[in-house]
Structures are given as structure tokens and as C-alpha cells.
């Protein structure tokens, strides 16, 4: 009886292992297709911090040209953003 248990757990923990497995893989997956567009967060809306701030989330304004949003490749010119941030702007990733 203690065997079968063990073996229950284990198997269970090998599935567990391979759907975080395939979570981090997928994860990686979406970075290669996302690039930052800088100037299209709306307030409240940004995927991280800045000079002024340091979590996602906090930016006050639409639109902010220091406040960031990952957007699929080639996207961020065509709404009006940019790939880089501003002059003299600081970006924390």
C-alpha cells in the first residue's frame, strides 16, 4: 500500500513539473513576438515602472511617452508609439 502511494505522488509530480515546463516555455515564446512601444500605455495600463515610478500599473496618464506596453512586433509605430524610450528617459524592466 505504501508503494502505491509513492508512486501516485511521483507521477503526480511529474505532471506538475511538465505543465510548469510548458508554462515557462510558452513564456518565452510571447517575449520573442512582443517588443516595449513607449507613449501608448493607457493611465493605469503600463507593463512597468519608470523614472517616476517603479511597478506596472502606476502610470497617471494616456499616453505618457515614458510609460511602456508590450505591443506584437512591428505594431508600435503603425498606433503611433516608439520603440525606444525618450530622450534622457529612464525605463526599469
Known amino acids: 500500500m505504501n508503494s502505491k502511494k509513492t508512486i501516485l505522488q511521483t507521477a503526480l509530480a511529474g505532471v506538475i513539473a511538465l505543465g510548469f515546463a510548458q508554462a ?3 513564456a518565452k515564446g510571447a517575449a520573442k513576438e512582443t517588443e516595449k512601444c513607449y507613449g501608448v500605455a493607457k493611465a493605469g495600463q503600463n507593463d512597468c515602472g519608470t523614472a517616476q515610478h517603479t511597478c506596472a500599473g502606476k502610470a497617471k496618464k494616456d499616453g505618457a ?3 511602456w506596453k508590450y505591443v506584437p512586433k512591428g505594431t508600435c509605430e503603425k498606433i ?3 520603440p525606444r524610450p525618450p530622450a534622457g528617459g529612464k525605463s526599469r524592466t
Do not use: I, M, Q, T
Open 80 to 82: 503611433g508609439g516608439r
Open 24 to 26: 515557462a516555455d510558452d
Open 65 to 67: 511617452p515614458d510609460e
